[in-house]
């Protein structure tokens, strides 16, 4: 699939409407029955509109399925923080990032993966895969550059390989917490996790430990 051949977004109100419904339908049928095993004609009955309905909207099923996860991208991009006091306070912000992080990750634990499944084995997923990822790099980077800027991180870092490390760090634990059901207390996770990024760009990190009230 290319930007040249997928399909417009629609314009109306109720073209909107009637391509989300199928998005949120493909959602619940790739995690019921995995990528390989969805079928359109599941999607279609799951959003309570035909097969023809499905091809004004998408071209196939890979398409619905980026759909989906570009969608799982935005949430996990923009998580909703909780309020962080003192806004200055880097570390302060670095765990509520991270804290938001995990819960959305937890959320989708099944799209994310799906994603690595598929990606293994479909070349345009893995390009999808590799682009969703640049993206929380760069997103990342810039949040590293900016502390640098203001003299609260290590100036001599790279910032976009200091991303790099850090994001993959993240992700990866994360998969491993809620993929592969790895027991591990939240807090401590996001405790741990928040601490090696501080320690990671010299950041000053004086973090209390919430009690823990979850195992993942």
Known sequence: MTEAT????PVTRRGIRTRQALVDAARVIFERDGYLAAR???????????????????????????????????????????????????????????????????????????????????????????ARSRVFIERNASGIKDLQARGLADPDLDSV??????????????????????????EELVYTTTRLWCNGLHIEHHPSRREATDKS
């Open 161 to 186: 390989m200091a991303s790099r490390a850090l994001s993959g760090m993240t992700s990866r634990i994360a998969f491993s917490t809620f993929v592969l059901n790895e027991r591990v207390d939240f």
């Open 40 to 130: 359109l004609t599941d999607i279609t009955a799951e959003a309570s509109c035909s097969t023809g309905t499905f091809y004004t909207y998408f071209n196939d099923k890979e398409e619905i399925f980026a759909a989906v996860m570009e969608a799982t991208k935005n949430e996990m991009l923009h998580p909703g923080m909780e309020h962080v006091d003192g806004v200055d306070d880097p570390a302060a912000i670095i765990e509520a990032s991270n804290r938001a992080y995990f819960e959305s990750y937890r959320r989708n634990a099944k799209l994310m993966q799906l994603l690595e499944e598929v990606a293994n084995i479909d070349p345009n997923v893995r390009e999808l895969r590799q």
């Open 6 to 9: 997928a399909r417009r977004p």
